[in-house]
Every structure is written in structure tokens, then in C-alpha cells.
């Protein structure tokens, strides 16, 4: 009992409590100003049901998503009173619009140090024309080129992607950065952590970059302050502040991890020991990742330093250029990109519908979490009808209750038109993979969620016709020997008060 209090007080004394409280405080504030002017005042009243109208009227004709749109609409049917306000706040982007300047700048500033190889490109439409207008979008759009001269390996779990991060950390000359979501105490980090002391030490450039989100509420900053000490440079991206704003919306959600240049990681995998099994969570964790070396690698430093020079108009990139340049060509492409919510274009998500469009054999995903939007549904659907083998595998044991209940909701509509659901029984799946036909494959951090989709900023890697994405298709053959698949029988039994929690979950699902 007196365990449990003094753990009790600490969290009550926490910063990250003190902000949560702050921002709750805000929100009732301003909950009860709205609700007692509007019971004093009738005209105050009659302006928030105008604004609603108003906001109404110009939602229906945005080119927003209609998955978008149609919770928003929901809310100021049932909340006329609030529902405006809060739409207003979130896309006016309060706090966020320099932030999405600077993105901006900075993405357009360094598109000179990811120039194409046009010979490259060509030779990519030639060898898979069904995917060259794909890689000619990701370099038009995202500013990301496609590499012939590099080598890829693909973990089909964390452990063993981990030994492979210590392997080539204790190689490292010149830098190591790492950029993560959550970082958390434990075996995977304390190892980590005794590498980067060790190099830094010897004069190797270490730099770390963490979500103000994600892993604040796990370490305290004061922790990261402290890391300086060994000769550890640590910045936080996007803070989490207590104060109202829809900045809060968009989290770094990328895992990179990059050595000299040449060599990179990224997966589904975060520094904490739950994601190589260490540590217990929803039964057996399933994540995957890949390492890319040579040329590739290189984008992932510039995705890296994008954010961690964000502020910095002049930053000279060359200077991070690999001093030596590893080569090994292998049987196919690679071209990894990154997804930022600062802009209009929403890569992750369209490099999806892509390969699902393209696909003439099979599909098959892996994923945490399922929350479609209606392009998503329809493309999944149609590939299905046209005969395709469309497999999605989403875990059996859940991690987000919520989350687990609003993919229920789109199971009945995806089997209806023969798309597969299989759910992996040992535990929580948090791969991020795609792949089809044997020829090409998507390994990153972006789920089938709206907020992976639209809101965090993303990284991955497609592959085209390499072995690697032979190994992506292993690994779900491989996975699928542990999963239970749902039925529509499955879905008809289902108790009731579950059926109603996923159809008013799915109506909100862009808002989660």
C-alpha cells in the first residue's frame, strides 16, 4: 500500500500530470464559457448555431476527405455548441503554422541534396513499368530519389534487428543519429545507451531526436539534459506543451536510426523492450524493420537532418556526406521516402492505394491498427473482386482497446468483398509492411490509421523486385501459421454493446 501511494504522489507531482491537468483545465474553461453565455445571452446562442451553419456549409464543399468530414459534421449535430469551436482550432492550425512553414522550407531547401539519377529512374520503368509512375511520383512530390547501388536486409522481429543496430553502432566513425518515437528505460535502451556513451567518447558525432509526445510521458527531460554530459547531443521535437492547440495533433512518429551515411534502420521497432520481447506487453510483440546500406542510406540522413535543422535556413548537408561509399548492387530498387502533415500530399497514404491498384497476384498487409478511409476500403475491395488475394493481419491481442474495436467495425465490410482478415494470436502485431505480387514491398512506420495517414510525420522504404521484398512475403507466410481468421460469421457474433461500440468508434475514427 505504501509502494503504491508514494507512486501515486510522484505522478500526481510529474510535469506530464501538471500539463495534462492544465490542458483538461483549459478545455472545461472553456466548455463552461460557451455554455453559460450561450444560456444568458440568446443572440451569443444564436451566433454559435450560425457559425455550425456556416462551418457546415463550407465543410460539404472542402476537397477534404468525406471520411474526414463526416465526423465533424456528426459532432456539430450532436455538440452545436462546442463542435465549431473546436473544428475552428484545428484548422486554423493555432500553433502549428510555423511549424509547417519551416517544414515546408526546409523540405523544399534540401530537395538539391537528393538529385535523381535519371539513368536509375529509367531503368526502374523498364525493369517494372507498373511501378515507374509510383517512384517518378515520390521524387516529384516527396523529393525522395530511387537507388540501384545499395544492399537490404529485412527482420522479421525486433531481437534480431537490434543486434544488427549494436552491430553496426560499434562500427561507426564519424556519426550516429537517431530519431525515435518512444524511448523508454529498460535492457534494449541501457545497451544502447552504453554504445552511444562508448562512441561519443571516442569523437563520434551522436545525435538523438525524440517525439515530445511519445517518450515524454515515459523519461523526463530533465533525463535527456543530462545525456549532454556524455557528449550526447538530444533535441525533442514538438514539445507537448499545456495549452489548447493542434499542434498536439502532429507527432514525429518515424524509427531511423543512421551511421555514417551509409548505413540505416527503420521499421516499426522504438527503443523500448517490449519491442524485442523482453519485456511482456499483449502477449508476443511482431514488428519488423529494414536495414538499407549505400546510397539509400543517404535519404534517411537527409530525413533526419530535415527536422534536426529544422530552424537552420543554411544547414550545409554535404558536410554529412558519407566518406566513403559502400557498394553492392543488388537484384531490384529502393526508394525510401518520408510523410509530413505540413503539406498537401499525403504520400504514405497514396503510395498504399498505388500498389494496392497495381497489384495482379496478391496483397498482403501487416498492421496494429485498421482505420480506413473510404478510397482505402474501395481500392482493397475492387482489388479483391478483380481476383486479387487480399490479406490483412492485424493482431489478436490489442494494445488500444478502442483501436481493436473500431477495426471490428471495417471486418464486415472488407469480407463482404473478399478481402481476407486474419488477426495474429500470439499478440500484438506492429509491423507496418506491405507487399505484393513478388515485386514490391513497403517496410516502415506508417499504419493503415488516419493518423499515420494524414497526421504524424512518417517514414518508409519501397522496394522493387530485390530479394528483400521476397523476405517481406516470407515473413507474412511465415506469420499467417499463427493467426486465426475472421469470418463473417465471426463478425455476426459479436455481442451487441461491442457491435454499437465499433459503429460509433468508426464514426469518430478520424478524430482518434
Not at 535492457?187 to 517525439?211: N, P, T
Not at 488475394?389 to 471486418?411: C, F, L, N, Q
Request: charged residues 20%; contains cysteine; hydrophobic residues 40%.
Amino acid at each position: 500500500m505504501r509502494k503504491f501511494l508514494r507512486k501515486l504522489v510522484r505522478i500526481l507531482l510529474n510535469r506530464n500530470t501538471l500539463f495534462v491537468v492544465l490542458l483538461l483545465l483549459q478545455a472545461i474553461v472553456l466548455v463552461l464559457t460557451i455554455l453559460y453565455l450561450s444560456q444568458v445571452y440568446l443572440p451569443v446562442y444564436a451566433m454559435l448555431i450560425a457559425l455550425d451553419m456556416v462551418l457546415v456549409i463550407y465543410i460539404t464543399n472542402t476537397s477534404e476527405n468525406p471520411s474526414y468530414k463526416i465526423p465533424w459534421l456528426v459532432a456539430m449535430l450532436i455538440l452545436p455548441l462546442f463542435a465549431g469551436f473546436a473544428y475552428l482550432l484545428v484548422k486554423t492550425d493555432a500553433g502549428h503554422r510555423t511549424i509547417r512553414r519551416e517544414c515546408a522550407e526546409k523540405m523544399q531547401e534540401t530537395k538539391k541534396d537528393l538529385p535523381q539519377d535519371k539513368s536509375v529512374q529509367n531503368a526502374l520503368c523498364d525493369f517494372f513499368p507498373d511501378f515507374g509512375g509510383l517512384s517518378r511520383y515520390l521524387t516529384n512530390y516527396g523529393g525522395y530519389p530511387v537507388y540501384r547501388n545499395y544492399i537490404s536486409e529485412y527482420y522479421p522481429v525486433g531481437e534480431a534487428m537490434f543486434e544488427a543496430m549494436k552491430r553496426e553502432m560499434r562500427a561507426a566513425k564519424r556519426y550516429i543519429f537517431l530519431e525515435y518515437f518512444i524511448i523508454n528505460t529498460g535492457v534494449m535502451w541501457d545497451e544502447i545507451l552504453a554504445l552511444l556513451k562508448e562512441k561519443a567518447a571516442q569523437g563520434v558525432d551522436v545525435r538523438l531526436m525524440y517525439d515530445g509526445f511519445g517518450t515524454q510521458f515515459m523519461m523526463p527531460r530533465e533525463y535527456f539534459q543530462k545525456l549532454s554530459e556524455f557528449g550526447i547531443q538530444c533535441r525533442v521535437f514538438n514539445s507537448f506543451k499545456p495549452f489548447l492547440s493542434s499542434a498536439q495533433n502532429n507527432r514525429d512518429h518515424r524509427k531511423i536510426l543512421v551511421i555514417d551515411g551509409h548505413t540505416a534502420f527503420t521499421g516499426g521497432i522504438n527503443l523500448a523492450d517490449e519491442y524485442i520481447n523482453r519485456k511482456l506487453r499483449f502477449g508476443h510483440w511482431k514488428d519488423g524493420g529494414i536495414l538499407c546500406k549505400g546510397e539509400a542510406a543517404w535519404s534517411f540522413t537527409v530525413m533526419f537532418l530535415q527536422l534536426w535543422d529544422l530552424e537552420d535556413k543554411n544547414a550545409d548537408l554535404t558536410l554529412y556526406r558519407p566518406s566513403e561509399q559502400l557498394h553492392g548492387t543488388t537484384d531490384g530498387f529502393i526508394q525510401p521516402y518520408s510523410d509530413s502533415p505540413t503539406d498537401d500530399e499525403n504520400t504514405g497514404r497514396n503510395v498504399y492505394l498505388d500498389i494496392i491498384n497495381h497489384a495482379k497476384r496478391y496483397c498482403y498487409i501487416m498492421t496494429p491498427y485498421l482505420m480506413l478511409d473510404h478510397e482505402l476500403i474501395t481500392a482493397l475491395g475492387l482489388a479483391a473482386k478483380r481476383g486479387v488475394d487480399v490479406r490483412i493481419m492485424t493482431p489478436h491481442i490489442p494494445d488500444k482497446w478502442y483501436a481493436y474495436e473500431t477495426a471490428w467495425s471495417y471486418y464486415a465490410e472488407l469480407l463482404a468483398q473478399h478481402v481476407r482478415i486474419f488477426e495474429y494470436e500470439p499478440g500484438f502485431v506492429h509491423a507496418k509492411n506491405m507487399t505484393a505480387d513478388d515485386t514490391v514491398s513497403v517496410v516502415g512506420t506508417i499504419n493503415m490509421d488516419y493518423r499515420s495517414l494524414y497526421l504524424h510525420f512518417e517514414c518508409a522504404a519501397v522496394l522493387y523486385g530485390s530479394s528483400t521484398v521476397r523476405q517481406v512475403r516470407r515473413d507474412f507466410d511465415d506469420s499467417m501459421h499463427h493467426c486465426i481468421e475472421i469470418s463473417l460469421a465471426d463478425c455476426r457474433k459479436r455481442s451487441m454493446p461491442n457491435r454499437v461500440a465499433s459503429w460509433v468508434l468508426r464514426m469518430f475514427a478520424p478524430l482518434l
